[in-house]
T-cell receptor, first 116, second 111 residues
């Protein structure tokens, strides 16, 4: 069974440019998470979806970040415009039940973003 | 956001040594998970602890959840180079909606 798939693996862009990340969760996983991980830090939650509904986006910088999960499967995270401080690894994770503490969250390999 | 403090931040030991890493918070968690992350990969779940005082063993790894469910420890016996990685603890609140991660302990085990 395929795991969580993210693309691209690496992205280098100039500041003020837009960028998008794509995530395909494990089949059947209704819960999807986007995390941001800065160098030497633990992941920080940006947004959580239950099917196609964003149920927790309190940590998402809405002035420049947006996300969507059409049809409750794949998801896209967008930054527009990107800033130097957005350089980080963006991780997508999925799980089978809405209480993540009751199950395992499976993570993708992440997209490493460098803003120059 | 419930904060999780992990210590030490970095640890470099030789193969065969024992070690303990800690995860502490002032908040009570309904459960706590430990993940290991290797360079260029996403975190992978090692264990979930739910009950205060609970002890779980996974081969050479022993996980303990504090009685008050505010802290946890991970003990590795006879560390091996394959244990090298970033160890992250993550706690969830009573709602269990999302994981709040600590900053992690970066472990290097040299032959």
């Amino acid at each position: 069974e395929a795991g969580v798939v993210q693309s691209p693996r690496y992205k280098i862009i100039e500041k003020k440019q837009p960028v998008a990340f794509w995530c395909n969760p494990i089949s059947g996983h209704n819960t999807l998470y986007w995390y941001r991980q800065n160098l030497g830090q633990g992941p920080e939650l940006l947004i959580r979806y239950e099917n196609e509904e964003a149920v927790d986006d309190s940590q998402l910088p809405k002035d420049r970040f947006s996300a969507e999960r059409l049809k409750g499967v794949d998801s896209t995270l967008k930054i527009q415009p990107a800033e130097l401080g957005d350089s980080a690894v963006y991780l997508c994770a999925s799980s089978t039940v809405w209480r993540v503490s009751d199950t395992e969250a499976f993570f993708g390999q992440g997209t490493r973003l460098t803003v120059v | 956001t419930q904060l999780l403090e992990q210590s030490p931040q970095f640890l470099s030991i030789q193969e065969g040594e024992n070690l303990t890493v800690y995860c502490n918070s002032s908040s009570v968690f309904s459960s706590l998970q430990w993940y290991r992350q290797e360079p260029g990969e996403g975190p992978v779940l090692l264990v979930t602890v739910v009950t205060g005082g609970e002890v779980k063993k996974l081969k050479r790894l022993t996980f303990q959840f504090g009685d008050a469910r505010k802290d946890s420890s991970l003990h590795i016996t006879a560390a091996q180079p394959g244990d090298t990685g970033l160890y992250l603890c993550a706690g969830s609140s009573n709602s269990g909606y999302a994981l709040n991660f600590g900053k992690g302990t970066s472990l290097l085990v040299t032959p």
